[in-house]
């Protein structure tokens, strides 16, 4: 990509001349709060915690930045007309939902594809320490941040806010200035080509009403979760299938592992086992709405009911009283086929490995906190809905975001094991949003929070793994 800089002096080529394109002293701190803050509920009690991470000085090229990125060296006139390099500014895309810079979008490239972006983002700027306002400029429309960390958009109380990137070519341009107001010559300006692409996307895609959404999952849901089967080491595993329906092999998916609870298994297949509002609800994850704004494969393993004791988790002893249990060293069949059958969809279509979510009711509650406490590096979050835990196994997946929800008036799971088990990865420096409806028993949790939840959807697929994978770059 061309980069055109604004009071160009001279450029420094640094294949060429040698000149570093790495920033030669820190850049502004940068500090958000961990992935589980992000995306307040609504209603409930809801409680979270956030650390602080700082992009201060990062340099990484990772996911779509590295050679043609957005960044660049400017150039300024020092006295007696003499060209001095500037420091440079370097673009990364910022995370609404989870307050941060998006792992592996460190420094953007020229391309970037819809389908692999969260739901939710805009651009940060990392500028020279002097710096203390960035004017953006997307297109005809310029916005100025005069406080850190720049962004091109924030609404009236300082918090990012959502650019609405159209498909195509944007022409962006980010100048730092001393100056609070963004006034005088800047210190170094950015002047880009950057491109959204559509791959895997529908381009004439119009929302539709609820009751369309709704219509169409009277008569589609069926056929579009398809039945098959797994075979793997310890049996076979019915399962069904979500596939986006513009899906595109160019492009990396998300994928949604969802755990249906006990009175689901068996070896039928049954529609039952995806009767959760999840997928039947207003906000369905499957309805042509959500799968526009949250394109990803979805997949609904059946656990056996051969034996009857046999479920997601595996333990020794008694459940406890206190919504606890003691793991077992070895996971169950169901759990083995379950780990076995993503690897497998990970080898026949493109997935995302950075962005492999985990969800679970009652028992599939149980599953989520087994499951991530097994294989903390295949998830990159867990939503566990009224299930037992195993408290010792919390410095496992610390690394992991979890939002819980639990009915206060739970007849069948004791709430107390979702209050500790929460308590706990946060006290323990973890991320873990808690919601709690008071007087809701077990069912009508589920029911609530996958339909009225507006914020849970794009929570779940603002989170990206921070250790299992990096974007791809996009040429």
């Not at 692409?197 to 056929?223: C, E, K, V, Y």
């Amino acid at each position: 990509m061309r980069w055109r800089l604004w009071s160009l002096v001279t450029l420094c080529l640094s294949s060429a001349l040698g000149c570093s394109s790495e920033p030669q002293s820190p850049h502004v701190a940068v500090a958000t709060p961990t992935a589980g803050a992000g995306g307040s509920p609504s209603e409930g009690t809801t409680a979270g915690t956030g650390g602080a991470e700082s992009i201060a000085g990062s340099t990484s090229t990772g996911g779509s930045g590295g050679s043609g990125g957005a960044s660049g060296a400017g150039v300024v006139i020092a006295a007696g007309g003499q060209a001095a390099m500037a420091e440079p500014i370097q673009l990364g895309l910022y995370n609404v939902v989870s307050a941060r810079i998006e792992p592996g979008y460190e420094t953007l490239g020229p391309a970037l594809q819809r389908v692999e972006l969260p739901p939710r983002f805009t651009l940060a700027a990392r500028v020279p320490m002097a710096t203390r306002a960035v004017r953006f400029s997307i297109d005809d429309t310029t916005r100025i941040d005069s406080q850190a960390p720049f962004r091109y958009d924030e609404d009236a109380s300082g918090q990012a806010t959502p650019w609405a990137a159209a498909i195509g070519v944007h022409h962006v341009t980010a100048a730092a200035y001393a100056d609070a107001a963004a006034q005088g010559p800047p210190l170094t300006q950015l002047d880009v080509q950057l491109e959204v692409r559509g791959a895997g996307m529908d381009a004439g895609f119009t929302p539709t009403s609820a009751a369309i959404n709704s219509q169409w999952l009277s008569a589609h849901l069926n056929d579009v979760m398809q039945a098959k089967t797994f075979t793997g080491s310890v049996g076979t595993m019915p399962y069904r299938l979500y596939t986006p329906e513009k899906y595109d092999a160019s492009v990396a998916y998300p994928l949604l592992v969802f755990l249906h609870g006990r009175g689901e298994r068996g070896v039928d297949n049954r529609v039952a086992i995806f009767g959760s509002q999840l997928f039947h609800g207003p906000l369905s994850i499957v309805s042509p709405n959500e799968q526009h704004d949250f394109p990803s494969f979805v997949v609904v393993p059946q656990c056996s009911d051969m034996p009857d004791t046999q479920e997601w988790a595996h333990w020794v002893g008694s459940l406890g009283k206190d919504g606890s249990y003691q793991q077992a060293p070895d996971p169950s069949p169901a759990a083995v086929l379950v780990k076995e059958l993503i690897a497998s969809i990970q080898r026949a279509e493109h997935i995302d490995k950075g962005r492999i979510y985990l969800a679970g009711e009652s028992m599939g509650g149980f599953g989520t906190w087994e499951f991530t406490t097994r294989w903390p590096e295949i998830f990159a979050a867990g939503v566990p809905m009224a299930g037992y835990s195993d408290r010792s196994k919390v410095s496992l997946i610390l690394k992991i975001p979890f939002w819980v929800f639990h009915g206060g008036a739970d007849g069948t799971n004791p709430v107390a094991g979702s209050r500790a088990m929460t308590k706990a990865i946060n006290d323990a420096g973890g991320s873990a949003k808690y919601t709690e409806y008071p007087g809701l028993d077990h069912a009508p949790t589920f029911n609530r929070a996958w339909s009225q939840e507006a914020e849970l959807l794009p929570w779940i697929y603002s989170q990206r793994s921070t250790t299992s994978a990096t974007p791809a770059p996009t040429q």
